[in-house]
């Protein structure tokens, strides 16, 4: 009988485990990486003492490593850093996830590396942003769920409205670029601008994003006072006549770029997508006045867009999430590829809350409590300082640890509600204009609208009159 075969994620606890036996008895810092293949290689570190090749302990650690992990065993399933050409492109690379640390002298390190297409945005460090783009950031709301069909793009545009009603300029981002959606809410097809975010993605990555028209003001959405709502599509709406590929855009925009000249550094997807947004802001502010508030529709799922949306460009993000398992379970992957990384985690629990979406709210009153229970107990086991009986409330280094109790209000674990609606299924708002203001809509709404505009910073202040 044939031995069954090793699986890719046995073969990647194989390396590690190979990796950490390495760092021990070598005494050396071991970076394992993984391909787009999901093949494991060692990286040695041993630049301070040279190993040979045919040294016994490395050939022994190399026929170990490669029966452990095949078929997922690197082409080189062990490198040394004294024979790369730049051994700090691994051993200091930003986006390295720590796995154990270096214990004196006589045991190393040991580091993960992934080299994946896509997906890498879900745990890269979010680099400190300047004092305007810190600005910009604080003013941006995502709005994620994992799953699809939870109401996320029609919360938006009530958002939207509502925010507008109180006299703020607001920015809605179409972000859902395989499935956009929230312009046929904000706005008639003939009131879309000529050009949208993937527009500005591809013609930005040749140096050709200059003079793009990437907003417009809604005219389609009702509301009072003398705010504004503006619409940056996913896609434009071309000039009769005139070419328009939106899949051919589609298919190349996630890509990280060289930089355009040479010297110039890389711009990954993160970056070029920050610009793109950033651009609809400047043309909002050029043609009317600074956005108060910018609204981003994000895809839902593990996706790039939700990646850089959640880590990279909101001050604030909404986790939408109806009460059930597989909600569950899909906010425990990403959570827990946060926790991977302490400083990523602490820099984006405090910015998320969870909206309890589509919520049943008729005949028990039990349901939101248990949401918040099963929400809470999410966040204690991953993004949460993790408290025993005998601590003092402080870590290692007396900074008070960050664990808010079940019943506070303000924590990320506390639901906003957005009651459950049957007339909104199947709602066309090119039919219904004036479906905002429908009284059963704004009851469902009003604790979700009042609630994050509470959660912003406020309007920027009226200019000076001339």
């Not at 069954?4 to 190979?18: I, N, Y």
């Not at 460009?313 to 991977?340: C, H, I, K």
């Not at 709210?361 to 949401?371: F, I, N, T, V």
Request: net charge negative; proline share 8%.
């Amino acid at each position: 009988m044939s031995p069954s075969p090793v699986r890719f994620d046995t073969a990647w606890q194989a390396a590690l485990d190979h990796a950490q036996q390495a760092a021990a008895r070598l005494g050396m810092d071991v970076v394992v990486t993984r391909d787009v293949l999901g093949r494991a290689c060692l990286l040695l570190d041993d630049r301070q003492s040279p190993l040979a090749h045919d040294d016994p302990a490395v050939v022994a650690l190399r026929d170990a490593f490669a029966a452990a992990t095949r078929p997922f065993t690197g082409l080189e399933p062990i490198l040394f850093a004294d024979k790369l050409f730049a051994p700090e492109l691994y051993f200091s690379a930003d986006d390295r996830v720590p796995v154990s640390p270096r214990q004196g002298a006589g045991t190393g390190s040991v580091h993960v590396l992934e080299r994946t297409i896509i997906g890498t945005d879900w745990a890269r460090s979010v680099p400190a942003p300047s004092d305007g783009a810190a600005g910009r950031r604080d003013r941006r709301v995502a709005l994620y769920g994992f799953k699809g069909g939870v109401g996320r793009t029609t919360a938006t545009a009530l958002l939207a409205r509502h925010l507008a009603g109180t006299g703020r300029c607001v920015l809605v981002v179409d972000l859902d670029l395989e499935s956009p959606g929230v312009s046929n809410l904000l706005e008639d097809p003939a009131g879309i601008p000529r050009h949208g975010i993937v527009d500005h993605l591809i013609e930005g990555g040749v140096g050709n994003a200059d003079g793009l028209e990437l907003v417009a003001r809604s005219t389609a959405l009702p509301f009072k006072g003398n705010g504004e709502v503006w619409l940056a599509p996913a896609g434009g709406s071309p000039l009769e006549g005139e070419p328009y590929d939106y899949l051919a855009k589609l298919n190349r925009i996630y890509s990280d770029l060289a930089g355009l000249n040479p010297g110039d550094g890389d711009r990954p997807f993160a970056a070029r997508l920050e610009e793109a947004i950033a651009a609809c802001e400047d043309q909002i502010t050029e043609l009317s006045r600074p956005p108060d508030v910018v609204l981003l529709d994000s895809r839902a799922g593990m996706h790039d867009i939700a990646a850089v949306t959640l880590t990279h460009l909101s001050g604030l993000a909404l986790l939408f999430a109806v009460d059930n398992p597989s909600t569950w379970e899909g906010y425990r992957m990403l959570f827990r590829q946060w926790q991977q990384r302490p400083a990523l985690a602490r820099e984006l629990r405090e910015r998320l809350r969870i909206v309890a979406a589509m919520f049943h709210s008729a005949g028990d009153a039990k349901r939101l409590p248990a949401l918040r229970d099963r929400a809470q107990e999410l966040f204690a086991k991953t993004l949460y300082d993790q408290l025993d009986t005998d601590e003092d409330g402080t870590d290692e280094e007396g900074d008070e640890l960050y664990h808010p109790p079940l019943e506070d209000d303000n924590a990320p674990h506390a639901p906003i509600p957005i009651l459950f609606g049957n007339d909104l299924v199947g709602l066309d708002p090119l039919r219904s204009r004036d479906w905002p203001e429908l009284p059963f809509v704004e009851a469902a709404y009003r604790t979700f609208t009042t609630t994050v505009e509470r959660l912003l910073p406020p309007p920027h202040p009226a200019p000076e009159p001339s």
